[in-house]
């Protein structure tokens, strides 16, 4: 599996049980998840989801991928909770070098609300 949109969409599945409905979960059209099933299902050499009367149903083997493709996204989805997280929170060491007198007279009197703000440097 060389592409998390095929990895995705193969969840919409599994998580629907139709291609309609998860072509509108992910925001695309119906022939677009077939044709990212079938790219999968090649990829794999075997049959992820069987398709019965307009709903599908896992394969053993697409049960299988399933789980692991879930893990896969909790993965992705911690890291980019933690980046985002990252960006957003000011923290760590902070060292200033300065004159006394832009010290005395702008960056204490500054050093309160810098604090209070960013709690976490």
Same mark, same amino acid.
């Given at each position: 599996?060389?592409?998390w949109?095929? +990895? !995705?969409?193969?969840?919409?599945? @599994?998580?629907?049980g139709?291609?309609?409905?998860?072509?509108?979960?992910?925001? =695309?059209?119906q022939?677009?998840v077939?044709r990212? *099933? #079938?790219?999968?299902e090649a990829? &794999?050499?075997?049959?992820? &989801?069987?398709?019965? !009367?307009?709903?599908?149903?896992?394969?053993?083997?697409?049960?299988?991928?399933m789980?692991?493709?879930? !893990?896969v #996204?909790? #993965? =992705?989805l911690?890291?980019?909770?933690? +980046?985002? @997280? +990252?960006?957003?929170?000011?923290? @760590?060491t902070?060292?200033?070098?300065?004159?006394?007198?832009?010290?005395? /007279?702008?960056? =204490?009197p500054?050093?309160?609300?810098?604090?209070?703000d /960013?709690?976490? *440097?």
């Amino acid at each position: 599996m060389d592409n998390w949109d095929n +990895l !995705r969409v193969l969840l919409a599945l @599994g998580r629907t049980g139709s291609i309609a409905q998860a072509a509108r979960k992910l925001g =695309v059209n119906q022939t677009t998840v077939t044709r990212r *099933l #079938e790219q999968c299902e090649a990829g &794999f050499g075997t049959q992820l &989801f069987a398709r019965v !009367r307009g709903s599908v149903h896992s394969t053993d083997a697409g049960q299988d991928l399933m789980a692991h493709a879930e !893990r896969v #996204e909790r #993965e =992705v989805l911690a890291a980019q909770s933690k +980046l985002s @997280g +990252l960006d957003q929170k000011a923290q @760590g060491t902070v060292r200033l070098t300065s004159v006394p007198l832009l010290i005395n /007279h702008i960056l =204490v009197p500054a050093l309160p609300g810098l604090l209070r703000d /960013h709690p976490n *440097l």
